[in-house]
């Protein structure tokens, strides 16, 4: 049997975009199809349904043979905690019986993608909780003064105005008191939802905690001054 160093091409389906798939074409050896006769394999974004994933990776595999003018194909399913989210297709020219030893490496494969992801997928995840307020979903303390920091350097190097307008609510410890926090917490995020439909793409809103907001606005949000800005979101 032929190791697998004679398997001449890998292709990952894993969520990616068009573009994103279309791109890495090259890079991965795989020949680019002829517009008009050829289509893109269908990204998968996430779990591919019900269904055994032998079946489903099958027809993964048939979809790449059809796509690319492939004849010989060996598949294995990446599976995550969310379930089958796409396949390895491996493919050769010739039509021998995959070895033994290409099945194991394609399954550790599999395997050590679907752990790559997840792990990818925990950052992010981790990295968004870290910088989000979990009950408006708006730029925590952190990411707040972090983008502060570089609207400053912005400004200092592009001889630009820099404004931050610290916003709170009066009298907000009386609704907690009165009508409890299941009604302050709706206030704050009405609020949270109501200033950011004044502000514009380029200007940033935070909450540093409890009822505390901050906006920041540059460049042409301070056209008309700071007071403008303030007046539009009151």
Do not use: Y
Not at 82 to 102: T, Y
Not at 159 to 188: E, M, S
């Amino acid at each position: 049997a032929k190791s697998p160093a004679h398997c001449h091409r890998v292709l990952l389906i894993a969520g990616r975009t068009r573009a994103e798939a279309v791109a890495s074409l090259p890079v991965l050896g795989v020949p680019m199809p002829r517009p008009g006769r050829a289509r893109l394999v269908a990204p998968v974004a996430g779990p591919l349904g019900a269904g055994r994933d032998a079946d489903i990776t099958d027809r993964i595999a048939a979809r790449v043979r059809s796509s690319f003018g492939l004849s010989q194909t060996l598949a294995a399913p990446i599976r995550t905690g969310n379930g089958l989210i796409g396949a390895i297709v491996l493919s050769r020219r010739d039509r021998e019986a995959w070895p033994d030893s290409a099945r194991r490496l394609l399954s550790g494969a599999a395997r050590e993608t679907a752990t790559a992801l997840e792990r990818a997928n925990s950052l992010r995840e981790a990295a968004a909780q870290a910088s989000t307020d979990a009950l408006t979903g708006l730029p925590n303390r952190t990411l707040i003064l972090d983008r502060l920091e570089q609207m400053l350097m912005r400004g200092r190097r592009n001889q630009t105005p820099v404004a931050t307008l610290f916003i709170d609510l009066d009298n907000f410890k009386d609704i907690n008191d009165t009508l409890g926090h299941r009604a302050g917490d709706h206030l704050l995020r009405a609020v949270a939802s109501r200033l950011k439909c004044a502000l514009r793409d380029i200007d940033a809103l935070g909450r540093l905690a409890g009822d505390e907001f901050v906006v920041l606005a540059e460049g042409m949000s301070l056209a008309a001054g700071p007071e403008l800005i303030a007046e539009r979101l009151l």
